[in-house]
């Protein structure tokens, strides 16, 4: 099973807002990544979490705050958003070390309005 | 810094056409990843090179990896209108984050 899931798919929300994105492996592996990704550019590293714990932080406004509560699940966490934020949101999960090879979820496209 | 220069960065072709994606460094890195990306899709991973001079074969797409595992090229064979996407290349070196190249677009008329 190679598979990485996200929830929700697609998240419109006010810049008042508070919500969630979920993602969730099954692989065993130990490390989960955020990214975002705007239109037709390359995924932008966000956050890394490894053996659970934040291991890389490519200084995000605090309005994103990750989570890990376990080590098959990352959440990020949204407040008081900018419309600037509207993006693809991707998760990943993978097998690190010098020839890590991460596997992508099919991310959550967010609208802040 | 570590960068990977990818080109071409668009590329229009007509089904049945041959066509050649690379992917140049500076820097050596440990593995390189290719991955096709459709709009609003996440990334899907098509192959990992480990070893330099490396060549893996995935129906019509054969991926090389360069000797000084500096670079790498992606060829695919008689395009077809599902190969339509955004190709992206990643290299992975010990544990830095994975650094992406800015994409191929491709597009496959048939």
């Known amino acids: 099973d190679t598979e990485v899931t996200q929830t929700p798919k697609h998240l419109v929300m006010g810049m008042t807002n508070k919500k969630s994105l979920k993602c969730e492996q099954h692989?065993?592996?130990?490390?989960m990544y955020w990214y975002k990704q705007k239109a037709k550019k390359p995924p932008e590293l966000m956050f890394v979490y490894s053996y659970e714990k934040l291991s890389i932080n490519e200084s995000v406004p605090s309005r994103f705050s990750p989570e890990c509560p376990n080590s098959s699940l990352l959440n990020l966490h949204l407040h008081a958003l900018q419309p600037e934020d509207s993006a693809l949101y991707l998760c990943a999960s993978g097998t690190s070390g010098s020839t890590d090879t991460q596997y992508f979820g099919p991310g959550t496209r967010l609208t802040v309005l | 810094t570590q960068l990977l220069e990818q080109s071409p960065q668009f590329l229009s072709i007509q089904e049945g056409e041959n066509l050649t994606v690379y992917c140049n460094s500076s820097s050596v890195f440990s593995s390189l990843q290719w991955y096709r990306q459709e709009p609003g899709e996440g990334p899907v991973l098509l192959v990992t090179v480990v070893t330099g001079g490396e060549v893996k074969k995935l129906k019509r797409l054969t991926f090389q990896f360069g000797d000084a595992r500096k670079d790498s090229s992606l060829h695919i064979t008689a395009a077809q209108p599902g190969d339509t996407g955004l190709y992206l290349c990643a290299g992975s070196s010990g544990n830095t984050p994975l650094v992406f190249g800015k994409g191929t677009r491709l597009s496959v008329i048939a």
């Open positions: 692989m065993g592996h130990r490390a």
